[in-house]
Every structure is written in C-alpha cells, then in structure tokens.
C-alpha cells in the first residue's frame, strides 16, 4: 500500500481554455493522421531486424549494438554501453495437458525463473485456489506432490493499477506454493485477453526456498480447468517444463544525450527498458516506450540545444528483476538527476500528468500542464507519482518524477505475451506520445531553477 | 465460379409488417439475456469434456459416444454410428525461425496432410508470392531447394464469401509449390486475426506429387516476414515440421432422429460436423453448430410430434476433406431426402434466409421467411442455395436445401486456431441461431407437400 507522508493540499489548476485549442485540430492536438516516423523507425526497426531480446542472452546484446548505432545515426552524443553481469534464465521446452477426467491439451508457458521437471515431466492432481490469499491459508504441507492453480482474474483498467495486486499470484504465489510443498504451480494468466496466449513474467523465490515449476495458464484454458473442477471430480495434469539457468552473463544500459547548454544543472533522464520477454517480439514492452523516449529528445533539440542535458536511458534485464535500472542507480549514485519520466505501459493515448512535485513546485506543475494539455492529457494533482521500473536512480535520489499515464485498457491483452508485435502499435497513438514527451521534455530541459523538492512515497 | 443454369425471375416478397413484431420485442426478436440451456449444454459440455476431435483419432471416438450419450440422454431415438475409414495424418512438432539475416523465432502450424521434414527441419531461402496467381506464374523448377511464401491477406465479410478465393493459397498453393520443386512452403494464414496463433486446414495434393512440408504462418510473424523481405536481402527460414499418417483408421457419422409421424415423408436433416482441428476445441467449429442443430429437433418436438422425421447428422472427419459427408450421400443414396441444412459458421448471428427453391417453390420460400423474419432474419430469393460441407447427400440427390446465414464478420479470427474456445461462443447469439432454427425446421417438418423442385447449381 502506497501512501504519502502528509496531507495533499486541495490543488486547484486554472487552465486557459486556449490551451485546449491548438493550432491543429485534430483529436487529441494532433493533425489527422500524424506518425511520428522517427518513434516508428525505431519500433519497426527493432522488432523487424531484433525481435525478441531476452536479458543477458545473445539477443539483448545484438539489441544494444543495434540500438547504438540507431541512436549514433541520429545525432545523439555520448552512446554507450555500461555493462553489468546478471544471473540468466532461459526457457525451454513447455507443454502441459489433463490427463484426466477429461484429457486434452492446455497451453501454458513457464514464469521467469521457474523451476524445471524432468523431461517426462510431472503428472499431479490440480488444488483449486481462488486466489493468493486463499493458496496462503492452505495448511502447511497439505499440498505436497500437487500441482496447486490459482485463478484470480485480473481486470482490465485504465491506468493499470489491477495488475500489482492480481500479479500477486504470480510474484508471490509460486514462492508460497513452494513453501506448503507443492510439486508445481499454475497461475490463470495475469492479462485480460480471451487469446491462448498465456502471459509470462518473473517470478520471486522467497530466500532459501527450492523453486518449483510455475507457469501461467493461458484465460480460455483456465476457463476450461475450471469448469472440469466445477464437475466435482480430481482433475489431474501432466507439467512438462524445462527452462534453465545459464548462470552470470552480461547485460548492459545503454544511455545517449542531447547535450545540454549549461552542464551545472542535472540532466533530465527519459527511460525506458530494451530487453523483453523472450515469447514475444518487444513492440509495446518496451519498444515503444524506447522510440517515445529517444524521439522526444530529438524533437526537443530540433527547437534549438536546450538548457540542460537530455539523456536517454534504454535500461537492460528489466523483466527479468529491475537488474539495469538498480545497476545504474548504483553506478551513478554521486551524479544527482534533475528529473526523470519513463515509458513502459505500450504506445495507449496518454491522458493523465502525474509528478511528485505539484505540491512543492506548483508553478512548474502547472506550466507542465498548460503544456500538454492541448494533447487531452489533464493534469492530476492530487496523485504523487513514484515512477516507473526503471527510474530507481530517481527514487533513490529522491529526486522529481514525472509520469505521463498511458491509456493501458488493453495493455494487458498483450503484455508478455507472443502478441506483443508490431501491429498492435497504434501509429497515431505514439505519435500522441511522441508529442507530449516532447512538450514535457522540453519544458523540463529549459528550466533554470532547481526541479527538486519532491514528496516522498513511503511503503506502509 | 458457381452459377445458376437458368436466370432468376424477379422476385419479391410481400413481408407483412405485423412480422417484425413479435410477443418479445428484445434485440432479434429474443428476451432480453436469452439464452438456450440444451444448446450451450451440448457445446460446453462437448469442449469441456472432449476438447479437440481430430478426424481418425481416439479423440473423435471418444466424441462420437459422448454425442450418442447425450443425444439418447435428451430424447432422441435412432441414436446410431456410421463408420467410415479414412486416411487419418496428425500433427507432429512444429518450429520455425528465421536465421537470416534478422534471426528470430516465428509461429506456424502445419497444413493439413502436409508433408514432413527430418527432426532437425530445413533450412532454406524464401521467395515470396504476393498471390497464389503468382506463385503459379513461376518457371517450372524456380523453386527447387527454397521455401515459397504466399503472403496473400484474407479480407474479413459477413458472409465469409472470401473464404473461398483466398483460401485457394492453402488449398492448392502447396501442390503448386511442390510441382515446381519447392522443399517447403509457408502461407500467411487464412485468418483475420493479428493473433500469434497461425490458421490450420487441409490441402490438396495434386494426383501424383509428393507433398512437401506446408505451413501457415501468423498474421502478425507474415508481416513482420514481409518487414524483412522488402528490405532487400536474402531471407532465410528453418523449419521443423513432423507430422505423419497414421494409415487407415476409423471414423464414423453419428445421426439420431426425432421420429415424424408420417414415415412416407423424406426426412428433414440438420447437419453439422463432429470433428474438430485438434489446435483448438472445437467451439465455434462445430461444436456450435451441433449444439444448435440437436436443440433445434428438440424445440419443435416440444410443440407436438411434426409430421416428418427431423434426422440430426453430426458428420466425422469434415475438416480433412468431407469424408463423412461423401460417406454418408454414399451409404443413403437410395433414400431419399426431404431438405436439408446445415450450421457450421460459429454461432454468429442469423441474418439472411436462403434456399435453392425460393423460385420453384415460392410459397414455402416465402412461410419460412415470415417465421424468422422476427428474429432479424431476411430473405434473400435471388441467391441460390447450395449448402454447406457436409450436405453432400442433398446436392446429389438435387434435394432442397436452406441455408442460414450467420454473421461470419469475425468468423475467420478464430477458424482453425488454438482460439477456437468455448468463450467464443456468445450465449445470446447462440439462441438466436436455436430459435431461428426452430422455427425454419418446425415449417419444414410439418411440410405435408413435395418440398421438391431446387434450382441446381453448376459449377462452371
């Protein structure tokens, strides 16, 4: 549970209602069919000639020289690579059916750092959960030589906020599931979607506890698993998951800059994340958020070199457990930031300006507001942004954040999954996103005065 | 190219308004929440319980007495299997990625009776065909060593009519690789879809040439495909494709009867197909199309024993070439039949009536348009009828046959995918189709007259 630290002041903006009329009067501020073709080379490039970029494997470095030499060709100083070692899983073989009442085949896939079967893999009796809470409260040892399945359903929102507490059975579920001795875990899907397109993701071991296998269930077989339980009879599956550890190999960030006029003040960071889940092909996680990010820098320094560094953070190994955005805040932990905003939720319309400084610098709140406005992006005052994945190096400085809320309605049909492809890239929507980065970007690279003063996120 | 052998008179029909307005007046003439218990029985019970129904298999069989219990359990009398044998080919591993020059892994599933490589697949250039036309423009032995892709998209309609033209890429695009010595190919799928879920179905091979391995690759991995390709260079696949036939083994079409009251009637018969593609369940293909089909016969026995025995046929092995529909016309070619229909397009909604005796017998053409026009159903006298897959026995015997038209709009997203899942199966709109049916059969079964008289269709 996220809270602030002190009573938020009732915040009143008072827009001019010419910010709502731009010069262009296209939906959302942009002219009919905008494509910001810069954002889509780079998203067409890296799920055309890249693809699927798992962290720490041969793909995710192929996935930074490409990029660097992207980000060389257009005009971007200081590209580099800063390595860092990371510990690497990779999938292997993944097929699962019920064997019985009623035998056929269901489609899963194996979460990040699964434990593996054998090669004949594992034949258990499936325990029905509700939920995670309720896989919690089995007694200790009761599901020893099962298979336990968890089938919360996540919801589809607007800004995504379901997905930390239905993820839940994911991150927390296999660990727990271990714990109580189960011989393997299936979780329905963390995704909204009626496709057997089962969504992966990272899961945690609890300190000291065996993993197990642990795989998601894709939504129309978990449907199926749970009308078979619903008939009353034990209803038993066969696991075969083989996914195995490569031990220490390297990742890296890479990082960019449009070079600021005044090298005294701290940089603004625009982040995103260039590795992805290994099933699909890294188009709305994250490549998009990569093409938003880079585009927008560029579209800031076509204006003229702006007063402060912009540089641009493409983190690495983020799925796999934030392993870039921690290396950097380490590495970087004596050079303060200015300000940092990220993109990692797909290309969606951004409808909603967060920060975490609209209390302690209003006036730059609303100047940021009155910027984008015109985009059909309002401002939220009363919410204090924390950030995303990859801007550790900002919450760990405690320093400003911003977050331009995407629209993620349907973000989660696709997230980590074999879907996540080039064509569910709206081109009009990046080049929304495009348009308001670069209005942020731009206001924020020519501030004189000191971002800082950010409200703290305290965990409760 | 079909074409009636007469011209059509003019028709039209003189539709009482009073028709249109029905004692329910919900969307399509039903209550709002409609929803038909014994169809949705059948079809969730069938996907739940068998799941995919590959022809020739055990998995069939095990339909089959699943069908005969459930069609006994609800009533029917005559409940009895036909068997068949048949060639019966399955699916074995399947594999592809491109190795050069972008490596990465893409989705395809084998074509029915494709041929099959060695375990460790081919590896080969691609030439792409914008068309099948194309494909068959190309110099005999331009192929030889290489992989042909035809990229050809499929246009989705409302009454599936582009199934028919673009299909021709899987029915007769291997076959004319194979004759111009090509050692694979791969076909964007015959789908609507941009789900990494690749469509499958059956080809044909030519009389004398020996298949070669065949695929249909995803939408979005097509595109991305043809991203690579119109970059210039030398594209390069591997494939891994092992299927195999398993000789001959037996199916069988399972019919059962509601018995009329005047045996010297010809039987009206309701048609549709038990098997299903074994990537998915069967829900949409056909398992809805039987549920509608068995809870028609029922709904008009409940108003009273009809006059003509209503006779349900579910027929095997449809999907690997209407074998049990040319079994069944050849075992029955000696009764004859009084008219028939067939439901095998999902369980979209009904939206047009035809027949093939809307000219040779107007006045029952136009009774039957009045009993669905209430349910948003209208007749359409100047298109000919020629029936669905397994109505081989009324095309031979030049029999009456009615078609319902369903809304195929999103028909082929799912058409031969894993997708093809109970969920797809919109309980309203599946009574629709019940009660639509209902009423079409309770006319036809208690037609005392010669329903004879069809219009035949040529083929040119």
């Given at each position: 549970?996220?809270?602030?630290?002190?009573?938020?002041?009732?915040?009143?903006?008072?827009?001019?209602?010419?910010?709502?009329?731009?010069?262009?009067?296209?939906?959302?501020?942009?002219?009919?069919?905008?494509?910001?073709?810069?954002?889509?080379d780079f998203v067409e490039g890296i799920t055309t000639e890249i693809g699927p970029r798992l962290a720490g494997t041969v793909d995710e470095a192929r996935a930074r020289e490409w990029t660097m030499e992207w980000l060389r060709n257009h005009g971007f100083a200081n590209v580099m690579n800063e390595p860092f070692p990371i510990q690497t899983w990779v999938r292997g073989e993944e097929q699962a059916r019920i064997i019985a009442p009623f035998p056929q085949p269901v489609v899963v896939t194996a979460l990040g750092y699964s434990g593996a079967t054998s090669a004949q893999g594992i034949r258990a009796e499936i325990v029905h959960f509700a939920t995670t809470d309720e896989l919690r409260a089995a007694p200790e040892g009761s599901l020893a030589g099962k298979i336990a399945y968890i089938g919360h359903a996540m919801r589809a929102t607007q800004d995504g906020s379901h997905y930390g507490y239905f993820g839940s059975a994911r991150r927390q579920g296999p660990g727990i599931a271990a714990q109580k001795g189960a011989a393997g875990i299936i979780i329905r899907s963390i995704g909204t979607d009626d496709d057997r397109l089962p969504h992966t993701g990272a899961t945690n071991w609890p300190e000291g506890v065996t993993p197990i296998p642990a795989a998601a269930l894709s939504n129309p077989d978990a449907d199926n698993l749970e009308r078979m339980l619903a008939r009353g009879e034990t209803v038993a599956m066969e696991l075969v998951l083989t996914p195995r550890h490569l031990g220490e190999t390297m990742s890296g960030n890479v990082t960019a800059e449009i070079v600021g006029s005044d090298a005294s003040l701290p940089p603004v960071l625009l982040?995103?994340?260039?590795?992805?889940?290994?099933?699909?092909?890294?188009?709305?996680?994250?490549?998009?958020?990569?093409?938003?990010?880079?585009?927008?820098?560029?579209?800031?320094?076509?204006?003229?070199?702006?007063?402060?560094?912009?540089?641009?953070?493409?983190?690495?190994?983020?799925?796999?457990?934030?392993?870039?955005?921690?290396?950097?805040?380490?590495?970087?932990?004596?050079?303060?930031?200015?300000?940092?905003?990220?993109?990692?939720?797909?290309?969606?319309?951004?409808?909603?300006?967060?920060?975490?400084?609209?209390?302690?610098?209003?006036?730059?709140?609303?100047?940021?507001?009155?910027?984008?406005?015109g985009y059909g992006v309002l401002p939220a005052p009363q919410i204090v942004a924390s950030g995303g994945a990859d801007l550790n190096i900002l919450r760990d400085q405690q320093a400003p954040i911003v977050d331009l809320q995407q629209d993620g309605s349907r973000y989660f049909d696709l997230h980590h999954t074999a879907n996540d492809t080039l064509d569910k890239v709206d081109p009009t929507e990046l080049a929304q996103n495009v348009a308001v980065w670069t209005a942020v970007a731009g206001v924020l690279a020519n501030e004189p005065g000191d971002i800082r003063g950010a409200d703290i996120i305290v965990e409760e």
């Amino acid at each position: 549970m996220k809270k602030t630290v002190f009573a938020l002041a009732a915040l009143s903006l008072a827009l001019p209602a010419t910010s709502f009329a731009q010069d262009n009067n296209g939906r959302y501020g942009l002219p009919p069919g905008a494509h910001d073709e810069i954002a889509w080379d780079f998203v067409e490039g890296i799920t055309t000639e890249i693809g699927p970029r798992l962290a720490g494997t041969v793909d995710e470095a192929r996935a930074r020289e490409w990029t660097m030499e992207w980000l060389r060709n257009h005009g971007f100083a200081n590209v580099m690579n800063e390595p860092f070692p990371i510990q690497t899983w990779v999938r292997g073989e993944e097929q699962a059916r019920i064997i019985a009442p009623f035998p056929q085949p269901v489609v899963v896939t194996a979460l990040g750092y699964s434990g593996a079967t054998s090669a004949q893999g594992i034949r258990a009796e499936i325990v029905h959960f509700a939920t995670t809470d309720e896989l919690r409260a089995a007694p200790e040892g009761s599901l020893a030589g099962k298979i336990a399945y968890i089938g919360h359903a996540m919801r589809a929102t607007q800004d995504g906020s379901h997905y930390g507490y239905f993820g839940s059975a994911r991150r927390q579920g296999p660990g727990i599931a271990a714990q109580k001795g189960a011989a393997g875990i299936i979780i329905r899907s963390i995704g909204t979607d009626d496709d057997r397109l089962p969504h992966t993701g990272a899961t945690n071991w609890p300190e000291g506890v065996t993993p197990i296998p642990a795989a998601a269930l894709s939504n129309p077989d978990a449907d199926n698993l749970e009308r078979m339980l619903a008939r009353g009879e034990t209803v038993a599956m066969e696991l075969v998951l083989t996914p195995r550890h490569l031990g220490e190999t390297m990742s890296g960030n890479v990082t960019a800059e449009i070079v600021g006029s005044d090298a005294s003040l701290p940089p603004v960071l625009l982040a995103c994340h260039l590795d992805s889940w290994d099933i699909g092909t890294g188009a709305i996680d994250d490549g998009a958020g990569c093409a938003i990010a880079a585009t927008a820098a560029l579209r800031v320094a076509e204006e003229g070199q702006p007063l402060r560094t912009i540089r641009v953070l493409f983190a690495g190994a983020e799925e796999t457990g934030l392993w870039g955005s921690r290396a950097y805040s380490a590495a970087h932990a004596d050079e303060p930031m200015g300000v940092g905003f990220e993109s990692d939720f797909g290309a969606g319309l951004i409808w909603r300006l967060e920060t975490n400084f609209s209390r302690t610098n209003p006036a730059l709140f609303s100047r940021l507001a009155q910027a984008v406005a015109g985009y059909g992006v309002l401002p939220a005052p009363q919410i204090v942004a924390s950030g995303g994945a990859d801007l550790n190096i900002l919450r760990d400085q405690q320093a400003p954040i911003v977050d331009l809320q995407q629209d993620g309605s349907r973000y989660f049909d696709l997230h980590h999954t074999a879907n996540d492809t080039l064509d569910k890239v709206d081109p009009t929507e990046l080049a929304q996103n495009v348009a308001v980065w670069t209005a942020v970007a731009g206001v924020l690279a020519n501030e004189p005065g000191d971002i800082r003063g950010a409200d703290i996120i305290v965990e409760e």
